[in-house]
């Protein structure tokens, strides 16, 4: 089969390279999954660059890719819930990615199925994004009638975020490019900020939770909205101790993730906030909740091109780019 390949990493980022290689075997939890569609997003670049590899060091070479949509063509012997040709999505296994490629493996726990209305194409969008907001809305404690921030709310984790946020029934405040101001509001945000026109930090305050999608550099001001004692959650700036502790790392990660999220724990204890970093994992009981989600709502994920497997650097290039209206998708098959 025919699978993008990822031979070593390099911090001013490198080509994959498309490479024959065996259809993986299953085991008793797994099924075989053809692959249709896979997404891109920026944390195929960061593994390339091995900005992960402290929360998750691969071993090269390394099949790229977080998330798809296939077909099942074969179960192990103990799986149950799925048959032969169901259409499913999932993100993969932090430890073991690879949907840049014409078959995965993957235990059955981490699938779910396909919401029928869904594209291929579309339904490639959605696992990595939509399981990084109901996870990060879980740990903030996002509830009915919460006020909630996201910032930079025009991209592919916003198209995710912002209706499940909604689904949760909190009031919701974004901010981003005017000239997707339209497409935004359609998913249901209480007020649109155009960053170009306005500040949010002027315009927000005693926000209950925040969803911060661009990283250090924008954490202050965030923290500035956001009331005594509620929670932010981070996507791109770095992991503390909580974090460390949450997955369950040993104890020199736990020390060296300490020392690098201390500022901002300190940032945060100014107002009695906290401060957690999430980096989403695999969940087929929350894509579970997810296809529910979608179904109610007839959420349409944004999809930003659709590119062949040999052009996986272009889609990789065009996610490092910025200015996404989307997500770009591989198709595979």
Do not use: W
């Amino acid at each position: 089969m025919r699978a993008a390949i990822l031979n070593g990493y390099s911090k001013k980022g490198r080509d994959l390279e498309i490479k024959n290689i065996q259809i993986p075997k299953i085991y008793g939890n797994e099924v075989l999954i053809k692959v249709h569609t896979a997404g891109v997003n920026p944390l195929d670049n960061m593994i390339i660059k091995g900005e992960v590899k402290l929360i998750v060091p691969y071993k090269m070479p390394l099949v790229m890719g977080n998330e798809f949509c296939g077909t099942i063509e074969e179960l192990g012997d103990n799986v149950s819930g799925f048959k032969k040709g169901d259409r499913v999505y999932a993100r993969m296994p932090l430890t073991k990615i690879g949907a840049f490629s014409e078959y995965v493996a993957i235990d059955y726990r981490h699938i779910a199925l396909v919401p029928d209305y869904l594209s291929d194409e579309e339904a490639a969008a959605v696992p990595l994004t939509a399981l990084t907001a109901l996870q990060s809305y879980e740990l903030m404690g996002l509830k009915k009638d919460d006020t909630i921030f996201i910032s930079g709310g025009t991209g592919s984790v916003g198209a995710m975020a912002i209706p499940i946020a909604v689904n949760f029934g909190a009031k919701v405040y974004t901010n981003g490019n005017g000239e997707s101001k339209d497409r935004v509001e359609a998913l249901g945000v209480d007020r649109f900020i155009d960053y170009k026109k306005e500040d949010y930090s002027s315009v927000l305050s005693n926000i209950d939770c925040v969803l911060d999608t661009i990283g250090e550099r924008e954490l202050e001001k965030e923290m500035s909205v956001l009331k005594r004692g509620g929670s932010i959650v981070s996507l791109r700036a770095m992991p503390n101790k909580e974090f460390a502790k949450r997955c369950g790392m040993g104890a020199f990660k736990t020390m060296l993730f300490g020392f690098a999220g201390m500022k901002f724990d300190k940032m945060a204890s100014k107002k009695n906030q906290t401060y957690y970093f999430i980096f989403v994992h695999e969940d087929g009981k929350g894509l579970e909740k997810i296809s529910k989600i979608f179904e109610e709502k007839r959420i349409k994920p944004s999809v930003d091109g659709v590119f062949a497997l040999s052009d996986v650097n272009k889609a990789l290039k065009k996610v490092a780019s910025g200015g996404s209206k989307g997500k770009p998708i591989i198709k595979i098959s």
